[in-house]
């Protein structure tokens, strides 16, 4: 059946991906070359995560934090460059995934993707959040993100897999836009970075 969660958002997905990777290039390339500059290679920075269906793909960021084979899951205060604050704090630093949703293993809204070894609590908590594509941005963070404990974020995230439509889709896109920036990061020893 033609509808919006089998066919049409995944047209919108793709075509809003590629015109904002269109827009973005200038921005994208002033970030690369910040980032060669004051914290030098690599500017990327890849990881496994868990797609639909819990099948992994590798999840697409620019650096942000040391290189000293860190996970960008879990991290101390001290191991996010000076650059890197300002990418997490405008959320700048989500642009590679546009490259993920055009490849097919994101969508613009969705659940964020966990770790590959997250796999245990996701399965303890939630019921349909996997049966989805993951998203840049979700009802999740629009809601408090971080802030929020796993239970609450897992009980967003099956309420919107449950309830997929394309109105809550533009809010969410929109509350996400005109979200003001984040003026600082979470002061605590250990940061669970917004995923």
């Known amino acids: 059946m033609f509808g919006y969660q089998t066919h049409i958002k995944r047209i919108l997905d793709v075509f809003l991906a590629l015109i904002l990777s269109i827009l973005l290039m200038p921005l994208t390339g002033l970030i690369a070359m910040s980032i060669l500059v004051f914290d030098t290679r690599p500017v990327m920075f890849k990881q496994s ?3 639909k269906n819990n099948k992994p793909f590798i999840l697409y960021k620019f650096r942000t934090l040391a290189v000293k ?4 899951f879990e991290f101390s205060h001290e191991d996010v460059t000076k650059m890197g604050r300002f990418l997490r704090a405008s959320g700048f630093d989500e642009i590679p995934q546009l490259l993920n949703v055009i490849k097919g293993e994101m969508s613009l809204v969705g659940p964020r993707p966990l770790p590959e070894e997250y796999v245990d609590l996701l399965n303890g ?5 996997s049966l989805i594509k993951p998203g840049i941005t979700g009802l999740v963070q629009t809601k408090g993100g971080n802030e929020l404990d796993w239970p ?44």
């Open 49 to 51: 995560r868990l797609g």
């Open 69 to 72: 084979g860190y996970s960008d």
């Open 152 to 195: 609450e974020r897992f009980r967003l995230d099956d309420a919107y897999a449950s309830d997929i439509s394309f109105k809550k889709d533009i809010i969410i896109l929109l509350k996400t836009v005109l979200s003001p920036f984040k003026t600082k990061i979470t002061q605590s020893k250990t940061l669970t970075h917004s995923i």
């Open 125 to 129: 908590y939630s019921k349909t959040r």
